[in-house]
């Protein structure tokens, strides 16, 4: 009798701890990867998906100093429930360990093949990496301008990453805004300027109304935001 109480207690015992264990410790066995914890799921907030002027855009047309006119065409647009994993050093023991999510992920692409140009505009809720189990987040902008040739060989124009909601993410990164800038005789308001990571003297501005308003391109040629189709 008394070892059936024994073993009536330690299976009671056991169903409570595993009761009590957050569900935060279970790894998701239908993660893609193999991790030590699952923080669940990010959603965008639903004004966060409008944050960017590319909704409907067909085509941006960019004219050069001659009126020599290009057009990215929106080859895609993708919204994904992503997949992401993250390795972070446990502070108390030292360990490495493996995090997993998922999050909302809204992706345009624009091309154009003659001057190989491509635009990536993404919007994505991302995480605190500091302390990933607290799952401070805010939902970004990142814009990607590539154009790749010959001579020069591939090269990034630049990389803009912007906060479009700050939501519980702890740390504020400030972005400097140009009261009006003009570029080949058109006046653009609260401007931000992006300076190519590879060097070489690439940049593009960016302002919320038009997106990219102006660039200087991988073979030093200057084109400026006209319109959208």
């Given at each position: ?69 290009i057009a990215l065409n929106d080859s895609v647009e993708i919204v994904m429930h992503q997949p992401v994993s993250y390795s972070h050093t446990d502070s108390t023991d030292y360990t490495r360990k493996k995090y997993c999510w998922y999050q909302d992920r809204k992706t345009f692409l ?120």
């Amino acid at each position: 009798m008394i070892r059936c109480h024994k073993l009536i207690f330690a299976i009671i015992l056991g169903c409570f701890l595993l009761s009590c264990r957050n569900d935060e410790e279970v790894a998701d066995p239908d993660f893609p990867i193999a991790c030590d914890y699952s923080l669940g799921y990010f959603e965008l907030l639903p004004e966060s998906y409008t944050a960017t002027p590319y909704d409907g855009v067909n085509q941006i047309i960019f004219q050069d100093s001659m009126g020599n006119e290009i057009a990215l065409n929106d080859s895609v647009e993708i919204v994904m429930h992503q997949p992401v994993s993250y390795s972070h050093t446990d502070s108390t023991d030292y360990t490495r360990k493996k995090y997993c999510w998922y999050q909302d992920r809204k992706t345009f692409l624009f091309t154009n093949d003659s001057l190989k140009l491509t635009l990536r505009v993404s919007i994505f809720p991302t995480l605190y990496l500091d302390s990933p189990m607290e799952k401070l987040i805010k939902d970004i902008l990142s814009i990607n301008l590539k154009q790749e040739g010959g001579n020069p060989i591939s090269s990034t124009i630049g990389n803009f990453v912007k906060t479009i909601n700050q939501r519980t993410y702890p740390t504020l990164i400030p972005t400097l805004e140009l009261d009006s800038i003009t570029c080949l005789d058109k006046v653009f308001y609260n401007a931000q300027y992006v300076i190519s990571p590879s060097g070489g003297g690439f940049y593009f501005y960016y302002n919320s109304t038009y997106g990219v308003i102006a660039f200087k391109d991988a073979y030093g040629k200057k084109w400026r935001f006209e319109r959208f189709e």
